[in-house]
């Protein structure tokens, strides 16, 4: 069946740091990938996404591109902001809308100032 | 951007009473709902997906009779947990798809649910 991998957290890194945060997947066919965002007491939020392959995804600084020949979806971020503070989930369907996403983990970042 | 709400967002019960949890999307028609749980500090797993009109599709594992969701319209599922037990505690999020114009699910705020 399908699957996400995401690195393990916590991740703790100073203001304006560079963030990295790896995802891989295994699926079948060719699956659309999803970042999500959760604020501390908030829901997830979409953070950007990408539905074939090569196509990068951008949002708020950060940036993930779909690579099918090595099944990842890395989240970066050049400069992360205290704000930044948040859980990160990588996420896939098989389908976009209408079929359920299966998420990693969940990666937790801390930025301190 | 789409809205979606779930009410309550937090409640507590006695062990053995049931509690509903309701997930509306505010601004499109939702053809699809899905219900997730996610224990603390873990991912999201997916319990149902339901549909509009249709009985809902559970996820292995999942007890249909324990866990009931009713899709009665394009804007609102309901999530009722029966005879609650501690273990139940849990947070419980909902995701609604439907006709917005985009490919997005779009993830209600979640609801934590503590039994007694």
């Known amino acids: 069946g399908n699957s996400v991998t995401q690195m393990e957290g916590p991740v703790t890194l100073s203001e304006e740091a560079f963030l990295t945060i790896n995802c891989t997947y295994t699926?079948?066919?060719?699956?659309?990938l999803f970042w999500y965002v959760q604020y501390p007491g908030e829901g997830l939020q979409l953070l950007l996404k990408a539905t074939k392959a090569d196509d990068k995804g951008s949002n708020k600084g950060f940036e993930a591109t779909y690579r099918k020949e090595t099944t990842s979806f890395h989240l970066e971020k050049g400069s992360v902001q205290v704000s930044d503070s948040a859980v990160y989930f990588c996420?896939?369907?098989?389908?976009?809308?209408?079929?359920?996403?299966?998420f990693g983990k969940g990666t937790r970042l801390s930025v301190i100032a | 951007g789409a809205v979606v709400s779930q009410h309550p967002s937090w409640v507590i019960c006695k062990s053995g009473t049931s509690v509903k949890i309701e997930c509306r999307s505010l601004?499109?028609?939702?053809?699809?709902m899905f219900w997730y749980r996610q224990f603390p500090k873990q991912s999201l797993m997916l319990m149902a997906t339901s549909n509009e009109g249709s009985k809902a599709t559970y996820e292995q594992g999942v007890e249909k009779d324990k866990f009931l969701i009713n899709h009665a319209s394009l804007t609102l599922s309901t999530l009722t947990v029966t005879s609650a037990h501690p273990e139940d505690s849990s947070f419980y999020i909902c995701?609604?798809?439907?006709?917005?114009?985009?490919?997005?699910?779009?993830f209600g705020p979640g609801t934590r649910l503590t039994v007694l």
């Open positions: 996420a896939l369907s098989d389908y976009s809308g209408n079929t359920p996403l299966v």
């Open positions: 699926a079948t066919g060719y699956p659309s």
């Open positions: 601004d499109f028609q939702a053809t699809t």
């Open positions: 995701s609604a798809a439907g006709r917005v114009g985009t490919d997005t699910q779009y």
